[in-house]
Each structure stands twice: as structure tokens, then as C-alpha cells.
């Protein structure tokens, strides 16, 4: 089971760092992503993190504003966000490959967790 947390209320230019937790397995040897869903919208594919941490992948909206981390010894994949925008504003998930790294593809997660909602005002 994954459980994403640290979503909040922040003004456009702030930060947050979300994190994935993973209880009940481990996913040091899994890709994990972060997809987010604004209202209205698909759920859209937001960032990726190999098993190691060693390749990341991003799309272009957050690309130099969002980093992905992990620490396998915690089970725990990070989200840092800075210089949030409005539209950045949307439920973030994160989710776990069974293989050790996975893209862009939401089919290509196997495990999913519960959101956090991310609102940025302007």
C-alpha cells in the first residue's frame, strides 16, 4: 500500500515536498511515478525515479521546478516542488512499478496510492 502525504495550501512561488510511503511492502527494486489530476482533467503523468534513484524523468511543465527522490532505506519516494504555479494545483498520487523502472505510461504502475491534494493560490 502507498500513502502520499504533505499536500497543503501554498502561494504561487512556494514549495512543498510530498511524500510516498510504502507500508506492507517494499519498493526498493520498483520504479515509482508521480501523476497528479487537477479537476476536470486525465490524471497526467507528473515524474519518474528508477529503483536506485539513479535516472529520473520529468515532464516539461515541471521540468527545473520538481525533483523526485527516494530513500529505499525508508520505503520512501519524495516529490519536491518549488516555484509552484497555479496550475500546478491538483490531487498528486504516486505509484509503484513492478518493474525497476517505468515511464511516462500510467498502465505501466501496478500500485497506487490514495492522494494529496496540492493547491496553490495566486
Known amino acids: 500500500q502507498l500513502q502520499a502525504s504533505g499536500g497543503g495550501l501554498v502561494q504561487a512561488g512556494g514549495s512543498l515536498r510530498l511524500s510516498c510511503v510504502a507500508s506492507?511492502?517494499?519498493?526498493?527494486?520498483?520504479?515509482v511515478g508521480w501523476f497528479r489530476q487537477a479537476p476536470g482533467k486525465e490524471r497526467e503523468f507528473v515524474g519518474t525515479?528508477?529503483?536506485?534513484?539513479?535516472?529520473?524523468y520529468y515532464t516539461d511543465s515541471v521540468k527545473g521546478r520538481f525533483t523526485i527522490s527516494r530513500d529505499n532505506a525508508k520505503n520512501t519516494v519524495y516529490l519536491q516542488m518549488n516555484s509552484l504555479k497555479p496550475e500546478d494545483t491538483a490531487v498528486y498520487y504516486c505509484?509503484?512499478?513492478?518493474?525497476?523502472?517505468?515511464?511516462?505510461?500510467?498502465?505501466?504502475?501496478?500500485?497506487w496510492g490514495q492522494g494529496t491534494q496540492v493547491t496553490v493560490s495566486s
Open positions: 506492507g511492502r517494499t519498493i526498493g527494486n520498483n520504479g
Open positions: 505509484a509503484a512499478s513492478r518493474t525497476i523502472i517505468a515511464g511516462t505510461d500510467r498502465n505501466k504502475y501496478d500500485y
Open positions: 525515479i528508477s529503483w536506485s534513484g539513479g535516472s529520473t
